[in-house]
């Protein structure tokens, strides 16, 4: 069984919209949770750190539900910049990525 | 500041040649990792050092795979014998601390062809 596992998607979805990914890790002694940003043929940056209590930082929520090993990214007001794939991470002593859910922003 | 830089950004290499991939990490970062990216996946840890020290090579596929990081700044990921399931993109990272929790900052990659 693979340590995080991810919807590949596409999501496609138009401007405005509001957008959700999940992601489960299946190691439950995981510390610590991120969600990366890579843009086509880029390589990987922070977009936020996950905690328990659930952080915002602007359009973007994200959410951990340790009971259920999952986290989550809401982006609101989707926005033609948002286009990228969202890498879930999951460190347990090293950093375990998801396969990465594709997102494009249509106008 | 300078982030990580990597080189070169392009390598093609013939099947059973040897490559060498170079990380520049952030100035005074402790710690350095190593990735492989494989096409339509996420990056998959291959090693991990702290300054000089490699504590952590439990994800170098095989024993043509080697790193060092000699004075604690500047690696070099060695290929040996390059075979074609090499090709991928090799992504270095960097973060301040000697910790593994530490949030990441990554290279631009290396994009490895072995034909």
């Known amino acids: 069984r693979k340590e995080v596992e991810q919807d590949p998607g596409p999501f496609n979805v138009p401007e405005g919209a509001t957008v959700a990914f999940n992601c489960t890790y299946s190691?439950?002694?995981?510390?610590?949770f991120f969600w990366y940003r890579q843009d086509c043929r880029k390589e990987p940056k922070l977009l936020m750190s996950v905690y328990s209590s659930g952080n915002e930082d602007g359009r973007f929520t994200a959410q951990l539900n340790r009971a259920s090993q999952y986290i989550s990214l809401l982006i609101r007001d989707s926005k033609l910049s948002d286009s990228a794939t969202y890498l879930c991470v999951v460190n347990r002593n090293q950093f375990y990525f998801g396969t990465g859910t594709s997102l494009t922003v249509i106008p | 500041g300078a982030g990580v830089s990597q080189s070169p950004r392009y390598k093609v290499a013939k099947r059973g040649q040897d490559v060498a991939l170079r990380c520049d990490p952030i100035s005074g970062h402790v710690s350095l990792f190593w990735y492989q990216q494989a096409l339509g996946q996420g990056p998959e840890f291959l090693t991990y050092?702290?300054?000089?020290?490699?504590?952590?090579k439990s994800g170098l596929p095989s024993d043509r795979f080697f790193a060092e990081r000699p004075e604690g700044s500047v690696s070099t990921l060695k290929i040996q014998r390059t075979q074609q399931e090499d090709s991928a993109v090799y992504l270095c990272?960097?973060?301040?601390?000697?910790?593994?929790?530490?949030?990441?900052?990554f290279g631009p990659g290396t994009r490895l062809t072995v034909l």
């Open positions: 190691n439950s002694a995981s510390q610590s």
């Open positions: 050092f702290q300054n000089e020290a490699q504590l952590d």
């Open positions: 990272a960097s973060s301040p601390f000697g910790r593994q929790s530490d949030t990441q900052y």
